[in-house]
């Protein structure tokens, strides 16, 4: 079975610096992948994905992902953290038959 | 545009009780699933649909119903509940298949707990 593995099951940044989110993927054919983000009490909100086009992708809210299939990798980045950041997120596979692979979560925690 | 609608936001359950899960979208969406959330765990896709009439198994089926008589509405059905099934359950929809190309919409959540 393809599998997603999120590094870090929580990460804690300060206010203003960078954010690095770690994901890695079991490797196969090409992948689509996603990162969404999960607020408190709330359903998951798509941040970006990737669909084999432009390795580097930017998505919402500043973050950006780089696919580097040599590595595995599909790590999420943000240069300056704000609080409004502090959520679960969630690195996404796409597999055939409509099925998706979510990582374990990592929970962002940003302090003043 | 509501988006995909879920009732109830909580429940409390006996064991051995039943309870159906609410799902509905307005977004027209040929595609919605069902996925329970267990801390650590990501999500698990319980059963999915790819258009009224038609559903299939997920990863975690057993102990679940579903049914689509309309486009709109993906109820989840516990017959038998048990304290394995407290989760939180997330109901989703997209308009391709997967995701792969167009994002899943989620409600909000239920959180149920099986005592």
């Known amino acids: 079975a393809q599998s997603v593995t999120q590094l870090d099951s929580h990460v804690s940044v300060s206010e203003g610096t960078p954010v690095l989110l770690r994901c890695n993927y079991s490797s196969s054919y090409s992948p689509s992948l996603f990162w969404y983000v999960q607020h408190p009490n709330k359903g998951l909100q798509l941040l970006l994905k990737?669909?084999?086009?432009?390795?580097l992708v930017k998505g919402i809210n500043g973050f950006e992902a780089e696919f580097k299939k040599s590595e595995t990798s599909f790590h999420l980045t943000k240069p300056s953290a704000h609080m409004s950041d502090a959520a679960e997120y969630f690195c996404v596979r796409s597999n055939a038959g409509n099925m998706l692979t979510f990582g374990g979560g990592t929970r962002l925690m940003v302090k003043p | 545009n509501a988006g995909v609608t879920q009732t109830p936001k909580f429940r409390i359950l006996k064991i051995g009780q039943s309870m159906t899960l609410q799902c509905a979208q307005d977004?027209?969406?040929?595609?919605m699933y069902w996925y329970r959330q267990d801390p650590g765990m990501g999500l698990k896709l319980i059963y999915y649909?790819?258009?009224?009439?038609?559903?299939d198994k997920g990863e975690v089926p057993n102990g679940y119903n579903v049914s689509r008589s309309t486009t709109e509405d993906f109820p989840l059905r516990l017959e038998l509940a048990a304290p394995s099934q407290t989760s939180v359950y997330f109901c989703?929809?997209?308009?391709?298949?997967?995701?792969?190309?167009?994002?899943?919409?989620f409600g909000n959540g239920t959180r149920l707990t099986v005592t």
């Open positions: 649909s790819v258009g009224a009439g038609i559903t």
């Open positions: 989703a929809s997209s308009d391709k298949e997967g995701g792969r190309d167009s994002p899943l919409h």
């Open positions: 990737y669909t084999s086009a432009a390795t």
């Open positions: 977004m027209n969406h040929n595609y």
